[in-house]
């Protein structure tokens, strides 16, 4: 069992930046792979990140390459996502979810934290 817990969203200028984190609790967090997802008002859950259990490998949606980055520290149970230039259609809920691979699917989660609203302003 993993519960998880994103925080650091807000409101922010176009081409500012924000770091999302998200902290796990489980002692078989580092057995998951993590991956962030986002969802805007009246659209599906679109995959956005994602980082393998060890943290040796990640994942991007095309779109976001060079702006987002994903770590990750094991030690501490928690995932983060630097996002810079951010841009008015960043805006949405973030959410970070723990599975067993890098997958771009929702599906392929097992656990989901509550998420967290980020917003940017033009």
């Known amino acids: 069992q993993v519960q998880l817990v994103e925080s650091g969203g807000g409101l922010v200028q176009a081409g500012g930046s924000l770091r999302l984190s998200c902290a796990a609790s489980g002692r078989t967090f580092s057995s998951y792979a993590i991956g962030w997802f986002r969802q805007a008002p009246g659209t599906e859950r679109e995959f956005a990140a994602a980082i393998s259990a060890s943290g040796g490998a990640t994942r991007y949606v095309n779109s976001l390459k060079g702006r987002f980055t994903i770590s990750r520290d094991n030690a501490k149970n928690t995932v983060l996502l630097q996002m810079n230039s951010l841009k008015p259609e960043d805006t949405a809920v973030y959410y970070c979810?723990?599975?067993?691979?890098?997958?771009?699917?929702?599906?392929?989660?097992?656990?989901w934290g509550q998420g967290t609203q980020v917003t940017v302003s033009s």
């Open positions: 979810a723990a599975g067993p691979l890098m997958d771009v699917a929702t599906q392929m989660y097992d656990y």
